[in-house]
């Protein structure tokens, strides 16, 4: 699977938008994007994934590059309650484990 | 159920001893995953179950760990001649299928005395 890489931490003030980059230049045509957070003592949750189109959801929004080589998470209105480490993983289509690096530790602050 | 269940949430056990952990996958999920995380460290894979396809091992740190799943749900992580160095969170998910998100459950913290 290719390998990611993200800032190690962000600050963001309350109620701007969050947007969190990923790098991940040796994509394969077949993987897939995935984004995952982790709050403080909890097990990480699953926000969203895509493989070329921009996804949204009601968590958030994913845009990823025409050429797939990054990709950027966007938190539209961010609340203290999104301060947590932002995993972004990329994963082949057919499944299997997702390996999860350092992430970026997203500070929201009032 | 509405969620990945693990138990014990905590478990304290003495250097040496074997200890297994449980986790109750959400209902018709066929994929199973487990995780362990140190303090102030990222999450390492262990073991993936999918169906009945032999499973992905590549994650087990020693032949002191190993993990069964029984009928496709409940699997069992089980650490023999616990050390030190095994103290973490470990974690379990599941999926619907392979192309699904994660769900993951709380977690046990095992603490190695």
């Known amino acids: 699977d290719a390998k990611t890489t993200q800032p190690t931490s962000m600050d963001c003030a309350e109620g701007r938008a969050a947007n969190l980059p990923c790098n991940h230049s040796?994509?394969?045509?077949?993987?897939?994007v995935y984004w995952y957070r982790q709050i403080h003592s909890q097990g990480p949750q699953y926000i969203i994934h895509g493989l070329k189109n921009n996804e949204t959801n009601e968590m958030a929004s994913l845009i990823i590059t025409e050429d797939r080589k990054s990709s950027t998470l966007i938190l539209p209105h961010a609340t203290l309650r999104d301060t947590a480490v932002y995993y972004c993983?990329?994963?082949?289509?057919?499944?299997?484990?997702?390996?999860f690096g350092q992430g970026t530790e997203l500070s929201v602050k009032p | 159920g509405a969620g990945v269940s693990q138990s014990p949430s905590n478990k304290v056990t003495e250097k040496g001893k074997d200890v297994e952990l449980r986790c109750d996958p959400i209902?018709?999920?066929?994929?199973l995953y487990w995780y362990r995380q140190s303090l102030g460290q990222g999450l390492e894979f262990l073991i993936y179950?999918?169906?009945?396809?032999?499973?992905?091992k590549s994650g087990l740190p020693s032949d002191r760990f190993s993990a069964e799943r029984t009928g496709g749900s409940v699997s069992t992580l089980t650490i023999q001649r616990t050390q030190q160095e095994d103290s973490a969170v470990y974690l379990c998910?599941?999926?619907?299928?392979?192309?699904?998100?994660?769900?993951f459950g709380s977690g046990t913290r095992l603490t190695v005395v």
């Open positions: 179950f999918q169906g009945n396809s032999a499973p992905d």
């Open positions: 040796t994509i394969s045509g077949n993987e897939y």
């Open positions: 998910a599941s999926s619907k299928d392979r192309d699904y998100g994660y769900t």
């Open positions: 209902s018709g999920h066929t994929a």
């Open positions: 993983i990329v994963r082949v289509a057919e499944g299997g484990k997702l390996i």
